[in-house]
């Protein structure tokens, strides 16, 4: 095929971008299509055309078209990875499978604290009021002279999950609550009391708790008791080392058959690093589903990058193709082509312009905002601080 067939001519319709670039992703956007004919033009225009011949078609403007889209779409979801990727880590449906040319814009982001909830989870756990791990309850039953129970191995105890290492989190026999054994002479008589227990309410708070009192009158009433249980009558102590119980005193024939329950985690289920709840989330920046911008939602001073990014693209292929020739003979001579010129002219200003927009994206980021704010703030209370302060005479 002969190589004029490839020499720039003018486009006459915008529909002759559709199929001309090569991923298509942007072609059945139609401000694309419109503004496409526009960009070719222009960048012909800034190449020398029609004074000077072209060595490529519209096509190849078009492709450079395509991809100085595709570079500002890549800069502004790396602005809003760098953002947000820790509020979309483990939270949002990661990005599956090969949509190439799929384009979208990404809505507003609502923040949650990122990782900080994740980290608060782990501390839930620590205390037993949260997390994202099962904690399971088991028991054992005492049996007379049996001093040593073994919770990790000992099936009867902990069933299923008999042999694997446990992570004991409470012991305790469960006693009916201090407060209900506050001494109070208006509860009535013990009929009346047994009466109050057989519908549900023997273990409220007595009449008496309603005088006006500080509540820490209340809370020292109930310690006393407790610790009075605890010192004064005989009660089970334990002893807990390699998840091997010791019950002291060590039990005896009436003790047969006594329950003495406690909590556990699964230590396997804490030190797995992977939820369920996080399955299919994002797990890092390479499946945030962020897709193709779509470029009618562009405003006018990105299409201005746009298409100087398109002309540096240009004028870098188009000195590609000229420097396969750094000269062409003539009959009386030769004429020097600007190849090399024309490519180190153009990679100048691809630079350029990622760094200008790169440092664009950083003055407007969360990070800088937040400087901003804080430089702002102590601006003002200098400010304040030197405002005269009004005397009152009382």
Request: glycine content about 6%; hydrophobic content about 30%.
């Amino acid at each position: 095929m002969s190589k004029f067939n490839f020499l720039y001519a003018d486009p006459t319709s915008p529909d002759e971008v559709i199929g001309n670039t090569p991923y298509g992703i942007y072609d059945s956007d139609t401000t694309f299509q419109n503004e496409s004919l526009q960009v070719v033009k222009y960048v012909a225009r800034k190449l020398g055309h029609p004074v000077m011949q072209l060595e490529f078609n519209s096509g190849s403007i078009y492709a450079c078209l395509e991809e100085s889209i595709s570079e500002y779409s890549q800069q502004m979801n790396h602005y809003n990875t760098k953002n947000w990727m820790w509020e979309h880590y483990g939270s949002t449906n990661r990005e599956s499978g090969s949509t190439f040319n799929e384009m979208g814009s990404h809505e507003p982001e609502a923040p949650h604290m990122g990782t900080t909830f994740l980290l608060s989870e782990q501390y839930g756990e620590a205390v037993n009021v949260g997390g994202g791990v099962e904690l399971y309850s088991g028991s054992i039953t005492l049996t007379s002279s049996k001093q040593v129970y073994d919770l990790d191995n000992d099936s009867n105890i902990t069933g299923s999950h008999s042999g694997k290492r446990l992570e004991i989190q409470r012991v305790f026999n469960n006693q009916p609550s201090a407060i209900s054994r506050f001494y109070d002479p208006f509860a009535g008589t013990y009929d009346n009391i047994e009466l109050l227990d057989s519908f549900g309410f023997g273990n409220v708070s007595p009449a008496v708790s309603y005088i006006l009192r500080p509540i820490s009158y209340d809370l020292a009433r109930a310690n006393a008791i407790e610790t009075n249980d605890l010192v004064r009558k005989s009660a089970y102590s334990f002893e807990l080392v390699n998840n091997k119980l010791r019950i002291f005193p060590n039990p005896e024939t009436g003790d047969n058959g006594d329950k003495i329950h406690f909590h556990y985690y699964l230590k396997e289920d804490k030190q797995g690093v992977t939820r369920t709840y996080t399955n299919s989330k994002v797990s890092d920046p390479s499946n945030i589903p962020y897709k193709f911008i779509t470029y009618s939602e562009i405003n006018s001073a990105g299409r201005n990058w746009i298409r100087k990014y398109t002309l540096a693209l240009a004028k870098e292929l188009i000195g590609i193709i000229r420097s396969k020739y750094a000269s062409m003979p003539l009959p009386n001579g030769e004429v020097s082509l600007d190849g090399e010129a024309l490519k180190s002219e153009g990679r100048e200003e691809k630079e350029q312009l990622l760094t200008e927009l790169k440092e664009f994206l950083e003055s407007v980021s969360l990070t800088e905002r937040a400087r901003f704010e804080q430089e702002q703030a102590e601006s003002q209370q200098q400010v304040l601080n030197k405002a005269p302060l009004k005397i009152y005479i009382g």
